[in-house]
């Protein structure tokens, strides 16, 4: 199993919707993550002293072939609605790496 941590901006004027999107995902968006190996998914939100606001998303993956597991995600139908939806409300940050939205992050800590 490998930890993932990401992050990308949020806008202002889409904060209550977002939260109502994820507040209702839809059943096949996320039987796909499932199937795409993704276990203990969570988003959370915050405003920083900048006052721009900010998405943290962490996840455990269990499958073995990451990669693979993303694209097949990235292929579903379901799935390409859903981000269709959510992506209006996201701002990618500047300097993420070519081809992300969400920008990875470094984990430097973990304990259990």
């Known amino acids: ?3 993932y941590g990401m992050v990308i901006g949020l806008k202002a004027d889409r904060i209550e919707e977002y939260k109502r999107l994820h507040a209702a995902v839809w059943p096949d968006v996320l039987k796909t993550i499932a199937a795409c190996n993704i276990r203990n998914y969570s988003i959370y939100l915050r405003r920083l002293p900048d006052g721009n606001h ?13 990669d693979a597991d993303m694209a097949r995600m990235a292929a579903d139908p379901t799935t390409q609605k859903w981000w269709k939806v959510c992506m209006p409300c996201q701002e990618p940050l500047p300097g993420r ?11 430097v800590f973990h304990v259990d």
């Open 97 to 107: 790496t070519e081809g992300e939205w969400w920008a990875g992050m470094e984990e």
């Open 54 to 66: 900010y998405l943290f998303s962490y996840f455990e993956y269990t499958g073995t072939d990451f």
């Open 1 to 3: 199993m490998k930890r």
